[in-house]
């Protein structure tokens, strides 16, 4: 009897490592079966430096669509995924209403059961639908998810310790409710970044930011020497080959970076930030960022119902113009152009 309780004991505790070298690395795996209920599926991504011997457990990214999950929808997630040893699932059957709702909840537990996920470090994402459901699993599952990247809608922020980088279409129908979703959760806690364009998932490097940024708060407190180690190398070699063409990215990440007081590129990151806030194109970024939030405090963070009975009020295509011809030679300019239009 004893025998067979270690050997079924073993077989438990083995169960995650042998069902995880199934599976290729650093790929999009189309479909993954819940093994508790088949009906149930997910794509999955896994970082190419997963190891399922690795002392830590693995941070993961839990995806939904509005109208189920798929590759190309989990794409853009990849590249933050993988410089920052994320894995990534997104349930193919979360589609708004209670049996998305299932879905979900037989991804998660499938995740955690098949592979080496650090289950007190998990974040949600979505896109419009899938991003209310982000928030509604951020507060069922307080003690495992961390952070969330709403896309395109807000919900109700719960816990004091909820990270949030929102990102949303400047000409988006759900702009007003993410801003004053966005106003209550406090601004260490939370980031709401806006990009060129309507009710639409963000891009590749944005959710590479948003996925880099949570990560970067989480490892400023808690993260080990390796893993700070690691995420220090990786985010000091995308700042320096980004650094000529793109000094936005690069103080953006240099901040960051430089904020990590335990990162041994800490100082390095700081001199970085230091001459590049000499540069006269980052002081007018800034600034333009600062006028932006003003922007969206006016005009958005109103009422979540205005999209319908006021789309677009005169001071509001007043007020964009003035901001586009003030900063019509930096990157904000088109998302500013977004703010004066009827949203969509």
Request: glycine share 8%; aromatic share 10%; net charge positive.
């Given at each position: 009897?004893?025998?067979?309780?270690?050997?079924?004991?073993?077989?438990?505790?083995?169960?995650?490592?042998?069902?995880?070298?199934?599976?290729?690395?650093?790929?999009?795996?189309?479909?993954?079966?819940?093994?508790?209920?088949?009906?149930?599926?997910?794509?999955?991504?896994?970082?190419?430096?997963?190891?399922?011997?690795?002392?830590?457990?693995?941070?993961?990214?839990?995806a939904m669509s509005p109208s189920g999950g798929?590759?190309?929808?989990?794409?853009?997630?990849?590249?933050?995924?993988?410089?920052?040893?994320?894995?990534?699932?997104?349930?193919?059957?979360?589609?708004?209403?209670?049996?998305?709702?299932?879905?979900?909840?037989?991804?998660?537990?499938?995740?955690?059961?098949?592979?080496?996920?650090?289950?007190?470090?998990?974040?949600?994402?979505?896109?419009?639908?899938?991003?209310?459901?982000?928030?509604?699993?951020?507060?069922?599952?307080?003690?495992?998810?961390?952070?969330?990247?709403?896309?395109?809608?807000?919900?109700?922020?719960?816990?004091?310790?909820?990270?949030?980088?929102?990102?949303?279409?400047?000409?988006?129908?759900?702009?007003?409710?993410?801003?004053?979703?966005?106003?209550?959760?406090?601004?260490?806690?939370?980031?709401?970044?806006?990009?060129?364009?309507?009710?639409?998932?963000?891009?590749?490097?944005?959710?590479?930011?948003?996925?880099?940024?949570?990560?970067?708060?989480?490892?400023?407190?808690?993260?080990?020497?390796?893993?700070?180690?690691?995420?220090?190398?990786?985010?000091?070699?995308?700042?320096?080959?980004?650094?000529?063409?793109?000094?936005?990215?690069?103080?953006?990440?240099?901040?960051?970076?430089?904020?990590?007081?335990?990162?041994?590129?800490?100082?390095?990151?700081?001199?970085?930030?230091?001459?590049?806030?000499?540069?006269?194109?980052?002081?007018?970024?800034?600034?333009?960022?600062?006028?932006?939030?003003?922007?969206?405090?006016?005009?958005?963070?109103?009422?979540?119902?205005?999209?319908?009975?006021?789309?677009?009020?005169?001071?509001?295509?007043?007020?964009?113009?003035?901001?586009?011809?003030?900063?019509?030679?930096?990157?904000?300019?088109?998302?500013?152009?977004?703010?004066?239009?009827?949203?969509?």
């Open positions: 009897m004893k025998t067979i309780l270690l050997a079924t004991t073993l077989s438990l505790l083995l169960c995650p490592v042998l069902h995880a070298q199934k599976y290729a690395k650093g790929e999009i795996l189309k479909e993954i079966r819940c093994e508790d209920d088949r009906k149930f599926s997910y794509v999955l991504y896994l970082p190419s430096g997963y190891n399922a011997d690795r002392k830590e457990g693995w941070p993961v990214l839990f798929n590759a190309g929808a989990l794409k853009r997630y990849v590249l933050g995924a993988e410089k920052n040893n994320w894995i990534l699932a997104m349930s193919i059957q979360s589609k708004n209403g209670m049996e998305g709702k299932r879905a979900i909840k037989a991804m998660v537990e499938d995740v955690f059961d098949r592979f080496h996920a650090d289950e007190k470090r998990c974040y949600a994402t979505g896109f419009s639908g899938g991003a209310r459901e982000a928030f509604l699993l951020a507060s069922a599952m307080k003690r495992n998810i961390i952070g969330i990247i709403p896309c395109g809608a807000g919900g109700e922020p719960s816990g004091s310790r909820l990270l949030a980088y929102g990102l949303c279409g400047s000409s988006c129908f759900n702009r007003w409710d993410m801003a004053i979703t966005f106003d209550k959760i406090r601004t260490k806690n939370g980031r709401l970044r806006f990009f060129p364009g309507g009710h639409s998932w963000a891009g590749k490097e944005l959710c590479f930011d948003a996925i880099t940024w949570l990560n970067g708060q989480y490892l400023a407190k808690n993260g080990t020497p390796a893993e700070i180690n690691a995420y220090s190398k990786m985010l000091l070699g995308e700042i320096k080959r980004k650094l000529e063409n793109d000094p936005y990215f690069a103080y953006e990440h240099a901040s960051l970076l430089a904020g990590i007081k335990k990162s041994p590129a800490a100082s390095e990151a700081n001199k970085m930030v230091v001459k590049l806030l000499k540069d006269p194109r980052i002081k007018k970024y800034i600034e333009g960022l600062e006028e932006m939030d003003d922007f969206v405090d006016e005009h958005f963070n109103t009422d979540i119902m205005d999209y319908r009975d006021n789309p677009c009020t005169s001071s509001q295509k007043s007020d964009a113009k003035k901001l586009v011809a003030t900063y019509a030679d930096t990157p904000l300019a088109k998302t500013i152009e977004g703010f004066g239009k009827s949203s969509k």
